[in-house]
């Protein structure tokens, strides 16, 4: 124990930052004042290669290899609303056909630093979770959310509140209705080239219904963190201009009247330290011990229950990790980035060391098709 209390020492002594950097990813919907009458053709595409070199009993290895597009045509009626119409497409390497063709649509509408979406939602790792509450894989292989969003973003808050409803119930049906709603929010109290701020984040899953034929209860999950964040950072620094400290308190909890996972409450500690350079380099030292913690939509390797498809049933009540990560994000042109990441661990608990590592391109980007007369030059 006390070699772990020297490593969350160094940690925190270090700076840290308590989720990835996964800002390169997110996908934002921006409504500008100046576009009112606008009608663009919106471009966003992902390909990605990911390599989990896993053998443990907790989390399976597989790779992840292929790409995601979804153009979309979008028109601004008023200059706080914006309409968005697309298509998105994925496509697994070694498989011959598309793995999900949907249809996204999108309201938007903005009053001051607020934004109401109605339909596809600014979702995935747009929530901004800690890794233990959301995948980043989810990115890769479960993207699109439909429901609703509230959302606020200006220097002193982010605050993002949704519904993703993942699976209608009709009358009768032998199935389950399913929906995962969610709370991620950080409020800075101070920013004086020391920024501290409060992250609060909550995940919540619920399973159920009252006009299905399917007799398996209701089931409702929740998991909830509180942390704080300490950020130095210089942005005159040729080399080093981002230093954070981030640490979280997470916690699982089984609300189901019928308990059908092997754990009815636990708990983890989450903290990370991470340092940025101009050149796009960010190296980042995470650890996480949990205590019969089970997660709703996050890191299989974080969880006490096994994911795995040849070992089902293994449960480690205690995970504790030490998490390695070195991440580039090369931008070679106006919204197209090459990120590259290696991300080896040692499990403190099994005594074993291994690895992932990935490769993404991302290109974001919209054109106008039909300007604002006021904005045509």
């Given amino acids: 124990m006390s070699k772990v209390l020297s490593i969350v020492l160094i940690l925190i002594s270090c700076s840290v930052y308590g989720q990835l950097n996964n800002s390169m990813f997110e996908q934002r919907n921006a409504i500008s004042k100046m576009d009112s009458g606008a009608l663009k053709f919106n471009f966003r595409m992902l390909a990605f290669s990911k390599n989990n ?40 390497f070694g498989n011959d056909r598309y793995s999900e063709i949907l249809p996204t649509f999108s309201f938007n509408y903005t009053f001051g630093d607020v934004k109401l979406i109605v339909g596809t939602l600014e979702g995935s790792v747009s929530h901004r979770l800690i890794e233990p509450f959301y995948d980043f894989e989810n990115a890769l292989v479960n993207r699109v959310e439909n429901g609703f969003q509230f959302y606020v973003e200006n ?32 409020y800075v109290l101070m920013d004086k080239g020391l920024k501290i701020s409060i992250p609060l984040q909550a995940v919540i899953k619920h399973k159920g219904g009252q006009i299905d034929s399917n007799p398996a209860p209701l089931q409702t999950y929740i998991n909830s963190t509180a942390g704080i964040t300490l950020e130095w950072y210089r ?32 708990s983890g500690y989450y903290v990370n330290a991470e340092m940025r350079s101009k050149k796009g380099l960010e190296v980042m030292l995470s650890y996480w011990r949990g205590h019969e913690f089970l997660s709703i939509e996050g890191g299989k390797l974080y969880a006490s229950e096994s994911s795995t498809f040849k070992n089902p049933f293994v449960i480690e009540e205690i995970r504790e990790l030490l998490i390695l990560r070195i991440m ?26 291994e690895f992932s590592h990935g490769l993404y391109i991302n290109y974001n980007a919209d054109f106008y098709m039909l300007k604002n007369k006021a904005n045509k030059h």
């Fill in 155 to 186: 220097d002193w808050i982010f605050f993002d509140t949704w519904l993703d409803w993942q699976n209608m119930l009709y009358v009768g049906e032998n199935d389950q209705e399913e929906l995962t709603g969610g709370l991620s929010m950080r």
């Fill in 235 to 266: 942005p005159d620094n040729k080399f080093l201009n981002n230093l954070k400290l981030d640490s979280y308190y997470a916690q699982y909890n089984d609300q189901s009247g019928v308990q059908l996972r092997p754990f009815e409450n636990g």
């Fill in 53 to 92: 070199e896993y053998f443990n009993k907790i989390a399976d290895g597989y790779t992840l290899f292929g790409y995601q597009l979804n153009p979309s045509i979008s028109y601004q009626p008023t200059s706080n609303t914006k309409i968005d119409v697309g298509l998105y497409v994925q496509k697994d």
């Fill in 328 to 353: 580039h994000n090369i931008h070679i042109a106006k919204n197209l980035v090459i990120s590259g990441r290696f991300e080896p661990y040692y499990d403190l608990q099994n005594s074993t060391f």
